[in-house]
């Protein structure tokens, strides 16, 4: 699953806007990529709404779910949970580590799912 999203992710934001990085680039190679204006904008934009044709207001997160999981009001919210981690960890510069580990992947997990459950209170609340 996880190399899926990372194909998505990189498919999303395309090769001019998202270089790609090998996984077995070195610590240096790693922190100069991270450390790019590209990789950077695609890090702050990540949850913001992507030019799109019409009115519909997609967000980078929301394409990069729909090329993973076309029917995504069926995938379960652990699972979107653990896409969300897997794209911001991969490219927040804060981070110097481009592999997905159990680890480093468990609090983000957690983190998402938790805004998840926090959004549905307040949609139904509204």
């Known amino acids: 699953m996880t190399s899926r999203i990372k194909e998505a992710l990189f498919s999303v934001f395309g090769e001019n806007l998202l270089p790609s990085i090998n996984t077995s ?3 240096k190679e790693i922190h100069n990529w991270k450390s790019s204006e590209l990789v950077n904008s695609c890090y702050n934009k990540i949850f913001s709404t992507m030019d799109s044709m019409g009115n519909q207001k997609v967000t980078y997160m929301s394409r990069i779910l729909e090329k993973i999981w076309p029917n995504a009001k069926r995938t379960p919210n652990i699972h979107i949970a653990y896409a969300i981690g897997v794209c911001t960890t991969l490219l927040n510069p804060h981070n110097d ?5 159990r680890s480093n992947l468990k609090p983000q997990t957690k983190k998402y799912l938790v805004s998840f459950a926090s959004l549905c209170r307040i949609k139904y609340l509204i």
Request: glycine share 0%.
């Open 25 to 27: 680039a070195t610590p």
């Open 97 to 101: 580590n481009i592999q997905i580990s």
